[in-house]
């Protein structure tokens, strides 16, 4: 990976490249990038855990609603998610679905690694019929379902930071095989229209993350989308929290084998990337998008609306080994304040329809 980030950087304009080049290079080189890698990524093995990967009430929780909406509002069921992973949730919704539901379903999966379409493969087949695609356009336009967990916080995103009253771009380099920062006077006129729409003025030290891509991916969606709604769940901060003065350095940082690292100029290739994403931006590309906004919810509040307390077994197990009781403490792992849940928030789009999503 150095090899290549050196070529990538001695070729550009200034010898230097900008933090979203930078991680679109170590994430998703098709060789050489770390989601594309065959290497665990996700568990105890890997370097960070999801949702879908505590237990499989996550997914069944959702298949269950799903099937709700659809009812409810004259809804193709067809599910679309994007960056299935290991596929833990794709088996889990399929699993409930195939139980409890058993009416026909197309379950789509859009996903660019290699590494893990194999592991879906692994996981899903010959049990389920599933499509699996490596991008949104090779989709026909659709009505039913656009989920995904903890795609819009692996994008490459753009550095910014406020220094005397002028807003640099944070530009990485390389000097003697060592990655190092520097910043250059912002010209990138998409990230002053962002800043403007976004409505944020950075204090002065303050560095923040840009996510231009997300925008073209939102408008993806909606493209293949004819009729229904997104589902987003993932971790980020309103306009409001960015000015808190904790986020003064941004949110960017990475995963190596379960710990924090605040420099992701190390490990590259073999760490994960993530950011914060920013809700009110999503939002607002959404609705001009045609993705009406319905609700942002703490994902352990989505999952209460959902149904998720009626999974509880009413009669108690001493065993704490039973299946039973490891449900019952998965199922309050996913609801308690203090919980993964808690960091997580759900943001439900909708095109064309109205109706109510959460039964009374």
Same mark, same amino acid.
């Given at each position: 990976?150095?090899?290549y980030?050196?070529?990538l950087?001695?070729n550009s304009?200034?010898? *230097?490249? +900008?933090y979203?080049?930078y991680i679109?290079a170590?994430?998703?080189h098709p060789v050489?990038?770390?989601?594309m890698?065959?290497?665990?990524?996700?568990?105890s093995?890997?370097?960070?855990i999801t949702? +879908?990967?505590? +237990?499989d009430?996550y997914?069944?929780?959702?298949a269950?609603?799903f099937?709700?909406?659809c009812k409810? &509002?004259? *809804?193709?069921?067809?599910?679309c998610e994007?960056g299935?992973g290991?596929g833990?949730?794709?088996?889990?919704f399929?699993?409930?679905?195939?139980? +409890?539901?058993?009416?026909?379903?197309k379950y789509?999966?859009?996903e660019?690694?290699p590494?893990?379409?194999?592991l879906q493969?692994?996981?899903?087949k010959?049990?389920?019929?599933?499509? @699996?695609v490596?991008?949104l356009d090779?989709?026909?336009?659709f009505?039913g379902m656009?989920f995904s967990?903890?795609?819009?916080?692996a994008?490459?995103?753009h550095?910014?930071e406020?220094?005397?009253?002028?807003? =640099?771009?944070v530009m990485?380099?390389?000097?003697?095989e060592s990655l190092y920062e520097e910043k250059?006077p912002?010209?990138n006129?998409?990230i002053?229209t962002f *800043?403007e729409?976004?409505?944020?003025v950075?204090k002065?030290?303050?560095?923040?993350?840009?996510?231009l891509l997300m925008?073209g991916m939102?408008?993806?969606i909606?493209?293949v989308?004819k009729?229904?709604l997104?589902?987003?769940a993932?971790?980020?901060y309103?306009k409001?929290?960015w000015?808190?003065?904790?986020?003064i350095?941004g949110s960017?940082?990475?995963?190596? @084998?379960?710990?924090m690292i605040?420099?992701?100029?190390e490990?590259?290739?073999e760490?994960?990337i993530t950011?914060?994403?920013?809700?009110?931006w999503?939002i607002?590309?959404?609705?001009?998008?045609?993705?009406?906004? =319905?609700?942002?919810?703490?994902?352990?509040e989505?999952?209460?609306?959902?149904?998720i307390?009626?999974?509880?077994?009413s009669h108690?197990?001493p065993?704490?080994?039973?299946?039973?009781?490891?449900?019952n403490?998965a199922i309050?792992?996913?609801i308690?304040?203090?919980?993964?849940?808690?960091f997580?928030h759900?943001?439900?789009? @909708?095109?064309?329809i109205?109706g &109510?999503?959460?039964l009374k």
């Amino acid at each position: 990976m150095f090899t290549y980030l050196k070529r990538l950087i001695s070729n550009s304009e200034l010898n *230097l490249i +900008s933090y979203a080049e930078y991680i679109e290079a170590v994430l998703y080189h098709p060789v050489l990038g770390y989601y594309m890698k065959s290497k665990q990524k996700i568990g105890s093995q890997g370097d960070f855990i999801t949702t +879908s990967n505590i +237990s499989d009430i996550y997914g069944r929780i959702i298949a269950k609603w799903f099937a709700n909406v659809c009812k409810e &509002n004259n *809804l193709e069921p067809i599910f679309c998610e994007i960056g299935a992973g290991n596929g833990r949730f794709a088996h889990a919704f399929l699993q409930e679905w195939e139980n +409890s539901i058993k009416t026909p379903l197309k379950y789509i999966i859009v996903e660019s690694s290699p590494y893990h379409l194999n592991l879906q493969n692994e996981l899903l087949k010959p049990a389920y019929i599933v499509t @699996q695609v490596t991008k949104l356009d090779e989709l026909e336009p659709f009505e039913g379902m656009v989920f995904s967990n903890e795609l819009f916080d692996a994008m490459p995103v753009h550095v910014i930071e406020q220094e005397n009253n002028q807003l =640099y771009e944070v530009m990485v380099g390389m000097k003697n095989e060592s990655l190092y920062e520097e910043k250059v006077p912002l010209i990138n006129p998409a990230i002053y229209t962002f *800043l403007e729409e976004s409505d944020l003025v950075l204090k002065e030290k303050q560095r923040i993350e840009v996510p231009l891509l997300m925008e073209g991916m939102v408008q993806d969606i909606s493209r293949v989308l004819k009729r229904g709604l997104v589902l987003t769940a993932d971790y980020g901060y309103t306009k409001e929290d960015w000015k808190h003065p904790s986020r003064i350095m941004g949110s960017l940082r990475g995963y190596y @084998q379960h710990q924090m690292i605040h420099d992701v100029l190390e490990h590259p290739g073999e760490m994960d990337i993530t950011t914060h994403i920013h809700f009110d931006w999503l939002i607002q590309k959404g609705q001009q998008a045609e993705l009406l906004f =319905y609700s942002k919810l703490r994902q352990d509040e989505f999952l209460l609306k959902a149904g998720i307390l009626k999974e509880l077994e009413s009669h108690y197990d001493p065993n704490p080994f039973s299946e039973v009781s490891k449900r019952n403490r998965a199922i309050r792992s996913l609801i308690m304040p203090s919980g993964m849940s808690s960091f997580f928030h759900i943001v439900i789009q @909708q095109k064309g329809i109205n109706g &109510n999503l959460f039964l009374k």
